[in-house]
């Protein structure tokens, strides 16, 4: 029974650390990858709007970052990051756009409350969007994993991050708008 038991917890340890992995190692899209042009509704602090990839990248290059839901722990903290980082997206010309799962009704009180009012976030309620970038969690298709997205204004993905923490997002993406912007300064 001893033997039977130790290992059941080996195989529980294995598959919980093959688990972890695989929601991080996802096929995505990648660097030099055409970024699928979609338009749905978003919010801006609590203000609903239509938002297109299109129009936005005539501005300059788009920060699209998917998340599992609104209001949990950790999406709570990236959207603060985004918020807190927005400034200096705009520097460089960018801006940012959170998509999720989550309905519009949802996001109005999320791009107040976590994302104050400083960037918007957009509804995927369908799954579209985030199968379109290959951004969904698996098992679970409809929710996205947390992938962030830096496209420049000719549609082309420059960089792509997958991790489910929080942590390093902001940090990534920003270096690489950072480095979009120094490698085409006359933009």
């Known amino acids: 029974m001893k033997r039977w038991m130790g290992r059941i917890a080996l195989c529980t340890a294995l598959m919980t ?7 991080d190692a996802v096929a995505v899209l990648k660097a030099g990858d055409k970024a699928p042009d979609f338009t749905t509704q978003a919010s801006l602090g609590g203000k609903t709007f239509s938002y297109s990839l299109a129009d936005a990248l005539k501005r300059g290059p788009v920060v699209l970052y998917f998340y ?19 400034d200096e997206y705009k520097r460089y010309g960018a801006t940012v756009i959170g998509v999720s799962h989550d309905d519009i009704a949802t996001l109005a009180r999320f791009s107040v409350s976590e994302c104050r009012s400083k ?12 199968e379109s970038y290959d951004a969904a969690l698996p098992l679970v298709t ?5 992938v962030s997205y830096v496209i ?3 549609g082309r993905i420059v960089y792509e991050y997958t991790s489910l923490s929080p942590d390093e997002h902001v940090k990534n993406t ?7 912007a120094a490698e085409h300064p006359h933009r």
């Open 17 to 23: 650390g093959l688990g972890a992995w695989s929601f």
């Open 119 to 130: 960037f918007p976030v957009a509804a995927d309620e369908s799954g579209h969007i985030i």
């Open 174 to 180: 920003l270096a690489a708008v950072k480095q979009w």
């Open 142 to 146: 409809k929710r996205a994993n947390r």
């Open 68 to 86: 599992p839901a609104a209001f949990t722990k950790g999406c709570t903290i990236e959207a603060h990051e985004f918020a807190d980082a927005v």
């Open 152 to 154: 420049a204004p000719d």
